[in-house]
């Protein structure tokens, strides 16, 4: 917050320049040097977006508790418990989800750095942007594939702005936009081998993954999985009149 929230875009297009994890920590102790800080409040919310510890910190100790409160919080991470996948399907990204936009720990970092698939989530359909973001689509080029609804409420300078500061230019490519929710998975489904056979996952945004909707060949891959609570009552996906798909 010292080194880049209160730099504004200025701070944070300087910081993101050097690279954040080497200039972060030398940033925010300069500061300290030359301002008054009484004290800092660490949160830590669990996967429920609720607050889970709240302490108050001196500024000498802010970076040692940092590190501490920054271990549990990796300890209690929303991810979905699923590693392999064709297609997962993101109902809503967006700026008040995720600073950027699908958080690339539940989608797989590699879509935005490279490295390891893992997870491997081989298509990514996006559904809609959030009217919080403003505009603001970082991280839609995380999407394979998204819809002419969500690229209507694109504002490219507000999203290529945010792009530019951060460095990611990836972050802001534009996955191919398909007429509705309907066409777009069909054209996903069409794009495997044996779309029957298809394992698939849909999620309301990479926030919220406590409940999510799977295909029935995920299903061994829960059954392993502890603490997950399977419901196999089937449910079909339903579209409105204009090709929407319908809440889960």
């Not at 920590?25 to 660490?42: C, N």
């Not at 056979?197 to 502890?226: D, G, H, P, Y």
Request: with cysteine; glycine share 8%.
């Amino acid at each position: 917050m010292l080194a880049v929230g209160l730099g504004k875009q200025k701070g944070a297009s300087t910081l993101h320049k050097y690279g954040l994890s080497q200039v972060l920590i030398p940033s925010a102790l300069r500061i300290l040097e030359k301002v008054s800080v009484l004290f800092g409040v660490a949160v830590v919310e669990n996967p429920f977006d609720q607050i889970h510890t709240i302490q108050l910190v001196r500024p000498e100790s802010f970076i040692d508790v940092d590190r501490q409160l920054l271990k549990l919080a990796w300890e209690m991470f929303p991810k979905i418990p699923l590693e392999d996948l064709d297609i997962l399907i993101v109902d809503e990204m967006g700026k008040n989800i995720s600073g950027a936009g699908m958080d690339p720990n539940v989608v797989g970092l590699w879509r935005r750095e490279g490295g390891k698939r893992n997870p491997d989530y081989r298509i990514i359909l996006v559904l809609d942007l959030t009217d919080e973001s403003h505009g603001n689509a970082v991280g839609i080029g995380l999407a394979d594939l998204t819809t002419q609804h969500v690229m209507k409420k694109i504002d490219m300078e507000t999203t290529h702005m945010n792009a530019l500061t951060s460095g990611v230019l990836r972050s802001v490519c534009l996955p191919i936009p398909l007429k509705n929710d309907r066409i777009a998975l069909e054209t996903a489904l069409n794009l495997l081998p044996n779309p029957g056979q298809a394992k698939m996952a849909r999620i309301t945004n990479t926030l919220k993954v406590q409940k999510f909707w799977v295909t029935e060949n995920c299903l061994s891959q829960l059954n392993s999985r502890e603490g997950v609570i399977l419901d196999d009552k089937p449910v079909e996906i339903e579209f409105d009149n204009s090709g929407r798909i319908k809440p889960i």
